[in-house]
């Protein structure tokens, strides 16, 4: 490890000779465990050097947002559908002028001038230019120089330290294990989290090939999933009538794309409502359908959430589609959630990009317009078929991102992502090595992001059994064809007082026969998926033929439409949108309200992973959606 450790003894004396500052010990603040790929050490930079350092505060009651987000969201709150504004959030988790203060008086104990510290207009930055010698007496720390494979230096730090009063305030300082840096040339190894929507990265649907005929038949959903299945095994015969009040967004990353000539073969053949529509398009960072590269790799998963999405929704209700990306550099979720939260965009700060991609585009030739910056107004339901596994990212990155799922939901938005494909294993049938590197022979379970965030509403996969009928009772289980339905307990992420109660009933009953360094078997962690759909054998046009896909993929934004057809019959009836809905669903009243799935199980990692069973499982979650039910529970609610 490079970043050594100052003696804390010496850095202690050095303190107190300038002021009478405030002593606290000082502790690891962020640290990686290793250098981004394609990059390497070169030299310790010049101790004269000067650094641009940026300090970003901690936004104020940020430890409370999940007691505001229950406070809207918890049906036996007062306040429940009491949804706050975009102003309300911002103005509530600002930083506060204490942490402004608190961290000036340290700058200033340790020597450097009130003047040269600058508050940004935002009050979110304290920005001050320092010698590396000061940074690194500052922090504890030591800056490199690394170079990256294209010739290109970066300046960076392996790991820094806070003084435990001032770590209470900062979220992270800037530059430090960031590597940053605008590379002008492409990088050839693209990390996998970077390129969310790249074929292969991430969560993507599966294939079982064409098939030439069309299917109608309710008789043959074990075989053949079609709109008219769906609509059978969940009750849903709805017509939307709050059209133009309702909202619902699909959140696509490029290169993934969806094509219109698919959209209207599907339309003809099991949608007709949808002949001659398309989704409003809502570009975000040069986001476009590109139609250059084409197969099932850049079209299925886009084809597939559109067709699905805008026909169960029926053609009278508008979709959007988010089109997040360029061709050059895709994009992230941090991209996506930027261009929806202008707050998140500027003020907090802190994409990494090493993860997320920047615009202009610093590569050339991709979209060299601005960043998109809470240019976009979010839905009132969003779904995203794609997901990280936990590891790829760090416990910071997530935390931050997650808070930020839960704004969303203090503003009344549902959003719902897919639980991963691949069991108790991660993206790629990946798994866990104990220090925290992932295999493909890793025997630890490795959990997905965002699904793990509390803040979220994590969609697993269910099937129809085999030569069961949609019209019998339970006639689906745990996806085990093709893919089976991404699920576990989170490493990063405490249990939410929400699903307390379900979880604890499933780890006593059922409790999985794991050795605790294979899962997290804390009991104290969260559990996920929430709900799951069905994901299996769903006819899909792709590129002109109609194939059989499989995925949680397809579970996200089946549940996102049946979801917005809920929020139509409340805003028809002059309620408000049903927002964050975890609380809701995993509380008593709501009983009944999903279709409890007890077979099948979610194998990876070289076991059998997690059964199906009777309640909340790590395999289905609650069940799937039962329409009637969920729409009568949610009309009772004010
Ligand atoms: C749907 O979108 C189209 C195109 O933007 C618009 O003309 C129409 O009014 C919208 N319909 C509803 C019900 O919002
Ligand atoms: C299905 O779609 C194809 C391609 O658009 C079309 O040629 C065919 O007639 C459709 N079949 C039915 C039964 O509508
Ligand atoms: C489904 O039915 C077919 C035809 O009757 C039979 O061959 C097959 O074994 C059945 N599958 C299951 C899992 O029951
Ligand atoms: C288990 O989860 C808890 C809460 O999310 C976390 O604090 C703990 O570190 C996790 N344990 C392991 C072994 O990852
Ligand atoms: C799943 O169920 C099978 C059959 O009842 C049982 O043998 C197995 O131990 C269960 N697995 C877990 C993880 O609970």
Redesign the pocket.
């Known amino acids: 490890m490079r970043c050594s450790l100052t003696a804390l003894v010496a850095l202690s004396l050095a303190v107190v000779s300038l002021a009478e500052p405030t002593l606290s010990p000082y502790n690891v603040h962020e640290k990686r465990s290793a250098i981004p790929i394609g990059w390497s050490h070169t030299r310790r930079h010049e101790s004269a050097a000067t650094l641009p350092l940026r300090i970003a505060l901690k936004q104020s009651n940020i430890e409370s947002i999940d007691e505001y987000l229950y406070d809207v969201s918890h049906p036996e709150s007062a306040n429940y559908g009491k949804h706050w504004t975009a102003g309300e959030i911002s103005r509530k988790f600002s930083p506060s002028e204490e942490s402004i203060s608190t961290v000036r008086d340290w700058l200033v104990e340790n020597g450097l001038a009130s003047e040269r510290i600058r508050v940004s207009s935002t009050k979110g930055w304290i920005n001050v230019d320092v010698t590396v010698e000061e940074a690194e007496r500052l922090m504890n720390t030591e800056y490199n120089v690394y170079t990256h494979v294209s010739g290109q230096e970066h300046v960076a730090c392996e790991a820094y330290h806070l003084p435990e009063h001032i770590s209470t305030h900062v979220d992270f300082v800037l530059p430090s294990i960031n590597f940053d840096a605008k590379l002008k040339g492409r990088s050839s190894q693209l990390e996998p989290a970077r390129a969310i929507g790249q074929p292969g990265v991430g969560i993507t649907p599966k294939t079982a090939g064409t098939i030439s005929q069309i299917v109608t038949e309710l008789e043959q959903c074990d075989e053949y999933i079609t709109p008219v299945c769906l609509r059978a095994l969940y009750g849903l015969a709805y017509e939307p009538v709050a059209t133009e009040k309702n909202s619902f967004g699909i959140v696509e990353y490029t290169p993934q794309a969806y094509l219109q000539s698919d959209l209207q073969m599907f339309a003809m053949n099991y949608s007709t409502d949808l002949l001659g529509l398309e989704p409003i398009m809502v570009s975000i960072d040069g986001g476009y359908a590109q139609t250059e590269y084409q197969g099932f790799e850049y079209n299925g998963e886009s084809d597939l959430d559109l067709q699905y999405g805008m026909s169960l929704v029926t053609g009278k209700q508008n979709v959007t589609l988010y089109q997040t990306g360029d061709m050059v550099e895709g994009a992230s979720f941090n991209n996506f959630l930027d261009a929806i939260d202008g707050s998140y965009c500027t003020f907090e700060g802190g994409d990494d990009y090493t993860q997320d991609a920047q615009y202009p585009d610093p590569y050339g030739g991709g979209y060299e317009g601005p960043e998109d910056c809470g240019t976009v107004t979010p839905a009132y339901v969003i779904s995203t078929s794609y997901g990280y596994n936990e590891a790829d990212l760090t416990p910071f990155y997530t935390a931050r991102q997650c808070a930020e799922y839960a704004k969303l939901g203090l503003m009344g938005v549902t959003v719902l992502y897919s639980s991963g494909d691949d069991g108790v294993a991660g993206n790629g049938n990946y798994c866990l090595n104990p220090d925290g590197t992932q295999s493909s022979t890793g025997m630890i379970f490795n959990p997905s992001f965002p699904g793990t965030c509390p803040y979220v509403t994590s969609v697993g996969a269910t099937m129809v059994k085999p030569n069961a009928t949609v019209t019998q009772a339970q006639p689906e289980m745990a996806c085990m064809e093709v893919i089976y339905s991404g699920g576990g307990?989170?490493?990063?992420?405490?249990m939410p007082s929400y699903q307390k109660t379900a979880v604890d009933y499933y780890l006593q009953n059922y409790p999985p026969n794991y050795p605790p360094n294979i899962w997290?078997s804390?009991g104290?962690?969260?559990a996920f998926p929430d709900i799951s759909a069905n994901g299996a054998n769903y006819v899909v046009a792709v590129d002109g033929q109609f194939e059989l896909v499989y995925g949680t993929s397809c579970s996200s934004p089946v549940s996102g439409a049946i979801f917005t057809m809920i929020n139509d019959a409340r805003l028809a009836a002059g309620k408000g949108p049903i927002g964050f809905i975890n609380p809701t669903i995993y509380s008593a009243g709501f009983a009944g309200a999903f279709n409890d799935i007890t077979e099948g199980s979610n194998p990876g990692c070289g076991t059998e992973g997690y059964n199906a069973t009777a309640g909340w499982d790590p395999v289905t979650g609650l069940g799937t959606p039962n329409f009637p039910k969920l729409l009568e529970y949610w009309l009772a609610l004010p």
Do not use: D, E, L, Q
């Not at 307990?489 to 405490?494: D, K, V």
């Open positions: 307990f989170s490493n990063y992420f405490a997290n804390t104290m962690s969260r």
